[in-house]
């Protein structure tokens, strides 16, 4: 069917980068990349898919920090996110779809069949 696994989270402190990473196992045309805080609802905040599209949902706080991009070869998204705020704390989930990455779909997560586990970001400040 297919498998979603996160990876490239961890604790960092304010100003700081990481890169996380999604590796897919199987055939998806959209990936995208969400945020969760305990108690909050899921956020979307990127996706791309094979023509090249890319959606983004960033909030003000998340404009010009965040890249998403992907590697067809390797079948991977990435996240890379740039001057890391303690806000950002979250744990940031991967999500896929076998159809072609709809704009609106980033701001209706269950609209995704395919989920990672998650990989947790904390930033300290």
């Known amino acids: 069917q297919g498998q979603l696994v996160e990876s490239g989270g961890g604790s960092v402190q304010g100003g700081g980068s990481l890169r996380l990473s999604c590796t897919a196992s199987?055939?998806?045309?959209?990936m995208a990349w969400f945020r969760q805080v305990p108690g909050k609802e899921r956020e979307g905040i990127a996706s791309v898919d094979e023509t090249s599209a890319v959606y983004s949902d960033f909030a003000d706080s998340t404009k010009g920090r965040f890249t998403i991009s992907r590697d067809y070869a390797e079948n991977r998204v990435y996240l890379q996110i740039n001057t890391l705020r303690p806000e950002d704390t979250a744990i940031y989930y991967c999500?896929?779809?076998?159809?072609?990455?709809?704009?609106?779909?980033?701001?209706?997560?269950?609209?995704?069949?395919?989920w990672g586990q998650g990989t947790q970001v904390t930033v300290s400040s």
């Open positions: 999500a896929a779809h076998k159809w072609w990455c709809q704009s609106y779909w980033l701001k209706t997560p269950s609209d995704f069949p395919y």
């Open positions: 199987g055939v998806f045309r959209c």
